[in-house]
């Protein structure tokens, strides 16, 4: 007996009466009316596929002409874009996609994708009856054609939306291959979200390339289409593992695999990759495509317009495992510290030499919404805190002739500024240190000796040095950040921080960042027309010249001090590295931001940490936060860089010298504890005597000066000498200052009791000059400051004349003055002391 069939339209009339002969006209044309709504639907599916066009986006010429390939400095491709699509990754040819993936995919999604026309009837029905079985939606009935219909050309859910979907995917099987709509399904559906592309999921969870994948691994990227969110393996590994196991059943019964390959597969553990964004650097990618980094970044080329849609291909300076390496080490970083209210991190690695950007992290996860992810740390402007005092130290080398052994005042200081009042500034310890170093100031990174040096410069002066390196973003006037610029009071890009400290590791050269390092541009015409260009020459051996070699090396040194920085980071600190490392912590006002910047010969590593919101974090500082980091980020830059010691110094330019400990100076026999210092051969040959030493004779009865004492009753002490700025400090800090009284045993001293010493200065610690006082005309009481003067041991009597009048004072050398309205002129005078300079300040 010969099958039937199922009848077509223009013989439905004759095929009724044929099987039944007999039926009633009434049954016969009920019969004939469920046919006609049977077959109707797909006849109107048929014409509205013919009348459907297809979307643009098939074309592959059209997607060729479009595209961009990216690769790492060493020619591995780390993603290819279309044109305004940052989210997709390469397009993975189907014949690169190797076998599991296609094999994993028809499975968990259309068994039958080689038989049908695009729908398939037999999956609607089963759809159909499940849903009035259980009265619920049991299985979709969605082929590969309609997903990929749906990708191309979103829809609402509803039924006119799904028989759009239904004549589009019809459409398409008309006009593409199995394979082409194979290869198309694969470039084109969610993995994940953020994530269009098997090859993009494959790098991003696996960090391999598809045709690499596991069938365990192909199995549960298979899953995870239908749900893209629900099967997201960060969220749990649970859901996806129980929907994998699914898909390689389905193989198994599809024919699809063996039986042992299955049941490896299901024994095998979802092992993801160490997280880092998977994507190819896509914060630099974004930079270098819409033109962020300027042309200095790019090969002339290029040009100074965006290269999204220009570009056919570009090879970044990046190293994609350092890349990578990094991105995991910021994550990492950023959940370590979250009890600590850190949300985000961001890294520059940059080649000292030429350069180039080796790492660029703009954030931990750029998929992390909660955390701004999208935003880019390397190029949002930050303070950068104490970061700055490197070159502000170097410019007073240069200008103002301090050296590493320069002693500075760590003492409480004020500072007028540009509204009138007055800036105090203040350690991060808390505390003040009295007469430092430069050399501790720096490495210990006081506050106090730097906004003093930069008082001593004039802000016009550093922040015109700041311009020099490459720190752009600082262009308000001088007189806006006024001396706080020492302490980074402006903001300025992660990566120019990074170029300005790599511009101290090559000796004061600067050179701009690179980010490319060869280009190919589209023809206008696109496609075919594509023509590659010559990469760009190396940068030459030589950049400009911005800092003194002598003196930037001096810095270098002591960046790279781990004594020096002891006093305020103690010993074992994130910055103690295992080979030697130049660097610097800054943390901003309110604990906003932190960063930490260092290099070795070959690379810079700059990091910040923070909250792209600006939110405050929980007490965490440079070290603390932004150190670790730094110190894990160079360690991975020393495996790609091996780390080798600082060239030694130039003898014909430095010389290495002994200074006594306390005064930076040539130690006399009165010094105590001496120092090795690294001077410009200039500087070192110019060291005058320790001044900040005396031996006094002392009676030891009683511990008074002795005048005319007897021998046996006498001996030689060494005492401590400061000058008035010192003074107030030594006396509070107990310090080993000599005796101003005279022993009553002995006789008066030779030349009189209480007599300054030689050079003895007094000065007006406050108001500082140029300072504006406002009268509050709602407050009834009283309003006065306190005028202060410093005055150096030996001094008993001083004098303040305030416009023109003297006012007698003595220790503790201060006076409550009631504000007059008007300007006013003061200065300190005492019998025996040269007078400081008279100020000037006015009362509103």
Request: with cysteine; hydrophobic share 45%; aromatic share 4%.
């Given at each position: 007996?010969r099958?039937?069939?199922?009848?077509?339209?223009?013989?439905?009339?004759?095929?009724?009466?044929?099987?039944?002969?007999?039926?009633?006209?009434?049954?016969?044309?009920?019969?004939?009316?469920?046919l006609?709504?049977?077959?109707a639907?797909?006849?109107?599916?048929?014409?509205?596929?013919a009348?459907t066009?297809?979307?643009?986006a098939?074309?592959a010429?059209?997607?060729?002409?479009?595209?961009?390939v990216?690769?790492?400095?060493?020619?591995?491709?780390?993603?290819e874009?279309?044109?305004?699509?940052g989210?997709?990754a390469?397009?993975?040819?189907?014949?690169?996609?190797g076998?599991?993936?296609?094999?994993?995919?028809?499975?968990?999604?259309?068994?039958r994708?080689?038989?049908?026309?695009?729908?398939?009837?037999?999956?609607?029905?089963r759809a159909?009856?499940q849903l009035a079985a259980?009265?619920?939606?049991?299985s979709?009935?969605?082929?590969?054609?309609?997903q990929?219909?749906?990708?191309?050309?979103?829809?609402?859910?509803?039924?006119r939306g799904?028989?759009?979907?239904?004549?589009l995917?019809l459409?398409?099987?008309?006009?593409?291959?199995?394979?082409?709509?194979?290869?198309?399904?694969?470039?084109?559906?969610?993995?994940?979200?953020g994530?269009?592309?098997?090859?993009?999921?494959?790098?991003?969870?696996f960090?391999?390339?598809?045709?690499?994948?596991?069938?365990?691994?192909?199995?549960a990227?298979?899953?995870?289409?239908?749900?893209?969110s629900?099967?997201d393996?960060?969220?749990?590994?649970?859901?996806?593992?129980?929907?994998?196991?699914?898909?390689l059943?389905?193989?198994?019964a599809?024919?699809?695999?063996?039986?042992?390959?299955?049941?490896?597969?299901?024994?095998?553990?979802?092992?993801?990759?160490?997280?880092?964004?998977?994507?190819?650097?896509?914060?630099?990618?974004?930079?270098?495509?819409?033109?962020?980094?300027?042309p200095?970044?790019?090969?002339?080329?290029?040009?100074?317009?965006?290269l999204?849609?220009r570009?056919?291909?570009?090879?970044?300076?990046?190293?994609?495992?350092?890349?990578?390496?990094?991105?995991?080490?910021?994550?990492q970083?950023?959940?370590?510290?979250?009890?600590?209210?850190?949300?985000a991190?961001?890294?520059?690695?940059?080649?000292?030499a030429?350069?180039?950007?080796?790492?660029?992290v703009?954030?931990?996860?750029?998929e992390?919404?909660?955390?701004?992810?999208?935003?880019?740390g390397?190029?949002?402007?930050?303070?950068?805190?104490?970061?700055?005092?490197?070159?502000?130290?170097?410019?007073?080398?240069?200008?103002l002739?301090?050296?590493?052994?320069?002693v500075?005042?760590?003492?409480?200081l004020?500072?007028?500024?540009?509204?009138?009042?007055?800036y105090?500034?203040?350690?991060?310890?808390?505390?003040?240190?009295?007469?430092?170093?430069?050399?501790?100031?720096?490495?210990?990174?006081y506050n106090?000796p730097?906004?003093?040096t930069?008082?001593a410069?004039?802000p016009?002066?550093?922040?015109?040095?700041l311009?020099?390196?490459?720190?752009?973003?600082?262009?308000?006037?001088?007189?806006r950040y006024?001396?706080a610029?020492?302490?980074?009071?402006?903001?300025?890009?992660?990566?120019?921080?990074?170029?300005?400290y790599?511009?101290?590791?090559?000796?004061?050269?600067?050179?701009?960042?690179?980010?490319?390092?060869?280009?190919s541009?589209?023809?206008?015409?696109?496609?075919?027309?594509?023509?590659?260009?010559?990469?760009?020459?190396?940068?030459p051996?030589?950049?400009?010249?911005?800092?003194?070699?002598?003196?930037a090396?001096?810095?270098?040194?002591?960046?790279?001090?781990?004594?020096?920085?002891?006093?305020?980071?103690?010993?074992?600190?994130?910055?103690?590295?295992p080979?030697?490392?130049a660097?610097?912590?800054?943390?901003?006002k309110?604990?906003r931001?932190?960063?930490a910047?260092?290099?070795?010969?070959?690379?810079?590593?700059?990091?910040?940490?923070?909250?792209?919101?600006?939110?405050p974090?929980?007490?965490?500082?440079?070290?603390?936060?932004?150190?670790?980091?730094?110190?894990?980020a160079?360690?991975?830059?020393?495996?790609?860089?091996?780390?080798?010691?600082?060239?030694p110094?130039?003898?014909?330019?430095l010389?290495?010298?002994?200074?006594?400990?306390?005064?930076?100076?040539?130690?006399?026999?009165?010094?105590?504890?001496?120092r090795?210092?690294?001077?410009?051969?200039?500087?070192?040959?110019?060291?005058?005597p320790?001044?900040?030493?005396?031996v006094?004779?002392?009676?030891?009865?009683?511990?008074l000066?002795?005048?005319?004492?007897?021998?046996?009753?006498?001996?030689?002490?060494?005492f401590?000498?400061y000058?008035?700025?010192?003074?107030?400090?030594?006396?509070?800090?107990?310090?080993?200052?000599?005796?101003?009284?005279?022993s009553?045993?002995?006789?008066?001293?030779?030349?009189?009791?209480?007599?300054?010493?030689?050079?003895?200065?007094?000065?007006?610690?406050?108001?500082?000059d140029?300072?504006?006082?406002i009268?509050?005309?709602?407050?009834?009481?009283?309003?006065?400051?306190?005028?202060?003067?410093?005055?150096?041991?030996?001094v008993?009597r001083?004098?303040?004349?305030?416009?023109?009048?003297?006012?007698?004072?003595?220790?503790?050398?201060?006076?409550?003055?009631?504000?007059?309205?008007?300007?006013?002129?003061?200065?300190?005078?005492?019998?025996?002391a040269?007078?400081g300079?008279?100020?000037?300040?006015s009362?509103?």
């Open positions: 007996m099958a039937l069939s199922p009848p077509g339209p223009g013989r439905a009339g004759r095929w009724l009466a044929r099987v039944h002969p007999r039926l009633p006209l009434v049954l016969r044309r009920a019969a004939w009316l469920a006609a709504l049977a077959v639907p797909w006849l109107l599916l048929a014409v509205a596929a009348l066009p297809l979307p643009p098939l074309g010429s059209e997607e060729r002409a479009v595209s961009t990216l690769l790492d400095r060493h020619g591995t491709v780390l993603r874009l279309r044109a305004g699509d989210a997709r390469r397009w993975l040819p189907l014949a690169e996609a076998d599991r993936i296609q094999r994993a995919l028809l499975a968990a999604e259309d068994r994708f080689a038989r049908h026309p695009g729908v398939d009837p037999i999956a609607i029905a159909l009856g259980e009265r619920r939606v049991v979709g009935a969605s082929t590969i054609t309609q990929l219909a749906r990708a191309l050309v979103p829809r609402p859910r509803t039924v799904k028989l759009g979907e239904m004549a995917a459409r398409i099987e008309a006009s593409l291959s199995k394979r082409e709509i194979l290869e198309q399904y694969l470039n084109r559906v969610a993995f994940g979200p994530l269009r592309g098997v090859e993009a999921a494959s790098r991003f969870y960090d391999k390339p598809t045709a690499d994948l596991s069938l365990a691994e192909a199995a990227l298979a899953s995870m289409p239908r749900g893209p629900l099967y393996p960060r969220r749990g590994a649970g859901p996806l593992e129980r929907r994998r196991n699914r898909v059943d389905r193989m198994l599809a024919g699809l695999a063996g039986e042992a390959e299955v049941a490896r597969a299901r024994a095998e553990p979802i092992a993801l990759a160490p997280k880092g964004s998977g994507l190819g650097a896509p914060h630099l990618v974004h930079a270098v495509l819409d033109g962020a980094l300027g200095a970044a790019v090969p002339p080329e290029g040009g100074a317009a965006p999204r849609g570009a056919s291909s570009i090879t970044l300076t990046i190293d994609r495992g350092l890349q990578r390496e990094i991105e995991v080490l910021a994550q970083t950023v959940r370590g510290l979250s009890d600590r209210d850190v949300g991190a961001a890294v520059v690695v940059l080649e000292n030429t350069g180039e950007i080796l790492a660029y703009g954030s931990h996860d750029i992390d919404a909660a955390g701004l992810g999208h935003n880019d390397v190029l949002a402007l930050r303070q950068p805190g104490s970061a700055l005092k490197p070159f502000v130290y170097g410019l007073a080398m240069e200008q002739g301090f050296t590493a052994a320069t500075l005042p760590d003492v409480e004020s500072f007028p500024t540009a509204e009138g009042g007055s105090v500034p203040r350690n991060y310890d808390g505390r003040f240190h009295g007469p430092v170093r430069l050399r501790d100031a720096l490495a210990s990174s106090v730097a906004v003093w930069a008082a410069l004039g016009e002066r550093v922040l015109t040095r311009r020099e390196l490459g720190l752009g973003s600082l262009d308000r006037e001088a007189s006024g001396v610029i020492a302490l980074g009071d402006g903001e300025v890009r992660l990566l120019d921080l990074a170029n300005a790599a511009t101290l590791a090559r000796g004061g050269l600067y050179l701009p960042v690179r980010a490319v390092r060869a280009l541009l589209s023809s206008p015409a696109g496609g075919a027309g594509a023509a590659p260009v010559e990469p760009p020459a190396a940068p051996g030589r950049g400009a010249r911005v800092l003194d070699a002598a003196r090396r001096v810095i270098v040194d002591v960046l790279a001090d781990d004594k020096a920085r002891i006093g305020s980071f103690g010993e074992g600190s994130a910055l103690d590295l080979f030697p490392v660097a610097k912590t800054g943390t901003s309110g604990f931001d932190n960063l910047v260092g290099f070795t010969p070959d690379v810079t590593v700059a990091v910040w940490v923070g909250n792209f919101d600006g939110s974090m929980g007490g965490v500082s440079g070290i603390t936060g932004a150190g670790p980091l730094f110190r894990d160079m360690l991975a830059a020393a495996r790609v860089r091996p780390p080798r010691p600082f060239d110094p130039d003898p014909e330019l010389a290495e010298v002994e200074v006594c400990g306390l005064s930076g100076m040539r130690p006399t026999a009165a010094c105590p504890h001496r090795r210092e690294l001077l410009p051969r200039g500087d070192a040959a110019a060291l005058a320790c001044d900040m030493h005396e006094v004779r002392i009676d030891r009865r009683n511990g000066r002795a005048g005319a004492c007897p021998d046996a009753a006498v001996e030689e002490r060494v401590e000498r000058d008035a700025e010192l003074t107030a400090w030594a006396r509070a800090a107990g310090r080993p200052v000599a005796p101003e009284e005279a009553p045993l002995c006789g008066p001293l030779p030349g009189g009791d209480g007599v300054p010493p030689a050079g003895a200065r007094v000065r007006v610690a406050y108001p500082p140029g300072a504006r006082f009268l509050d005309p709602s407050v009834n009481s009283l309003q006065a400051i306190r005028l202060r003067a410093d005055v150096p041991p030996g008993r001083a004098r303040f004349v305030l416009d023109g009048r003297p006012i007698e004072v003595g220790p503790p050398f201060a006076l409550d003055w009631p504000l007059v309205a008007g300007a006013h002129r003061l200065r300190v005078e005492a019998d025996g040269s007078a300079e008279e100020i000037a300040f009362v509103e």
